[in-house]
């Protein structure tokens, strides 16, 4: 059975850090490219940030470039997204999808996407 599994969500003040993780169970991620995305409560859910699959190619969406960064760990089946300098307006549940073939230009697109988590509640509040 194909599945992502996200961890790492919770609470945190303005400001702060959070890592979350997205690990695959049943197949490998290193062959797909992994997006993350976010949803808040009455909003379209946003694509972020993603990790091309090949040379490991990272994009960012212009709301969190230069705060969040994308990383894999190939012998965990796990991508990572650090979250430096939260804002209250990145509150969201937040979700890892992978695609193959994914199309870099289009990494914001949910159509690319095959599996997707079930993802983590991220709360950015003092």
């Known amino acids: 059975q194909l599945q992502l599994v996200e961890s790492g969500g919770g609470l945190v003040q303005p400001g702060g850090s959070l890592r979350l993780s997205c690990a695959g169970s049943?197949?490998?991620?290193?062959?797909?490219?992994i997006g993350w995305f976010r949803q808040a409560p009455g909003k379209e859910r946003e694509g972020i940030s993603c990790?091309?699959?090949?040379?490991?190619?990272?994009y960012y969406a212009g709301s969190v470039k230069g705060r969040f960064t994308i990383s894999r760990d190939n012998a965990k089946n796990t991508v990572y997204l650090q979250m430096n300098s939260l804002k209250p307006e990145d509150a969201a549940d937040y979700y890892c999808?992978?695609?193959?073939?994914?199309?870099?230009?289009?990494?914001?697109?949910?159509?690319?996407?095959?599996?997707w988590g079930q993802g983590t509640q991220v709360t950015v509040s003092s």
């Open positions: 999808a992978a695609g193959l073939p994914l199309r870099s230009n289009l990494f914001t697109t949910t159509q690319q996407y095959q599996y």
């Open positions: 990790i091309s699959n090949g040379d490991d190619s990272t």
């Open positions: 049943g197949f490998t991620l290193a062959y797909y490219g």
